[in-house]
């Protein structure tokens, strides 16, 4: 059936006009860490790599620490669906929604998925004054000092607590050490320079210069396979090398909006990061402290978030493993 001319002009002119301005004012990067830390590091290089794509947009960092990262991004969840509060967050999107049974959002349904940035091998690094010095030393240590030591993360659900987690699981030390949290890994990265906690699993974002610096010890990486592309870090094994078989925990960061945010709105954000995501410079950046920019289908929308989904399985039955919960 034919639709009158008039009818469908308006129906275009509608359609137009529901198209959104968009930015209309700065935008804000909500980060779940405290600042300093390794995804306040990767949201503040993604920050001046969104700007110019944004049309010359202001774009700030906001810290909203706490939780394991599950405060910042309730605080996104609740925001205004209006495309000028995202939020930046990693694993954690996956892993708290199995440690934290009674979660204030839902991963799947309470956000816009604007597309993943980039991809973080983890570190397991100690104390300046740890007495070992490769990874079977360390290994023994922990074992012979079980219930002694004590073990930094960013709070429950967050990656360094969930790879010191997996860490203790895998080697048959479940709760060897006293979990200490912080609010992020830079302030914990503080506390184990100073010698006040002992160990601690963290992205090489935020490790590799203190380790290049010997402020701290290095013993194995987390990936399945030693990076042996990367000029420091590729001294040290991976814990699959090691016999910890099967263990593999890279660290992978995301884009979200509230759910509601308008379509022509989450596609100028997505279309502005896959410009950010091939600058040379934030390349570089990543690059160099380890991480790994990602340029497969999930820079699209539909490919973030079809990985989030897989990852969630996946982490819940790591988590259920270690039978540990947040709540
Ligand atoms: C941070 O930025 O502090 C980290 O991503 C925290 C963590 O999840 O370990």
Redesign the pocket.
């Known amino acids: 059936m034919n639709k009158p001319l008039g009818l469908i002009f308006a129906a275009t002119v509608l359609a137009t006009s529901m198209a959104h301005a968009f930015p209309t004012k700065n935008i804000t990067l909500v980060?779940p860490?405290?600042a300093g830390?390794?995804?306040?590091r990767v949201a503040r290089d993604l920050a001046e790599a969104l700007r110019k794509p944004l049309g010359g947009a202001t774009v700030v960092v906001e810290n909203a620490a706490g939780a394991?990262?599950t405060i910042g991004a309730t605080k996104v969840a609740r925001a205004a669906p209006d495309g000028h509060t995202l939020l930046v967050w990693?694993i954690?999107m996956a892993a708290t929604t199995s440690l934290y049974r009674k979660q204030a959002f839902k991963p799947l349904e309470d956000f816009e998925y604007l597309g993943m940035i980039n991809e973080v091998p983890m570190t397991l690094i100690g104390k300046p004054q740890l007495p070992a010095n490769t990874y079977r030393d360390f290994e023994n240590y922990i074992r012979a000092n079980s219930g002694k030591l004590n073990l930094a993360?960013?709070g429950l659900g967050?990656?360094?607590?969930l790879c010191g987690l997996m860490w203790q699981h895998a080697v048959k030390l479940n709760n060897a050490m006293t979990t200490i949290p912080f609010g992020?890994?830079?302030p914990a990265m503080t506390a184990l320079i100073g010698g006040q906690v002992d160990v601690m699993c963290?992205?090489t974002t935020?490790t590799t210069a203190q380790i290049e610096g010997g402020r701290v010890k290095a013993f194995a990486v987390t990936t399945p396979k030693s990076l042996s592309s990367h000029k420091l870090l590729k001294d040290y094994p991976s814990l699959q090398e090691m016999g910890l078989k099967g263990f593999d925990l890279t660290?992978w960061h995301g884009l979200y909006a509230p759910k509601g945010t308008p379509a022509d709105v989450t596609k100028k954000v997505n279309d502005a990061l896959k410009v950010a995501l091939k600058d040379p410079e934030f390349i570089k950046k990543q690059e160099g402290l380890g991480a790994i920019v990602v340029t497969d289908k999930r820079v699209e929308p539909a490919g973030h978030k079809a990985y989030v989904a897989d990852q969630i399985t996946k982490l819940k039955t790591v988590i259920e493993a270690a039978g540990q919960f947040a709540d």
């Open positions: 980060v860490f405290a830390g390794p995804t306040d394991g990262g990693h954690g993360h960013a967050s990656a360094s607590h992020g890994t830079a963290d992205q935020n660290i």
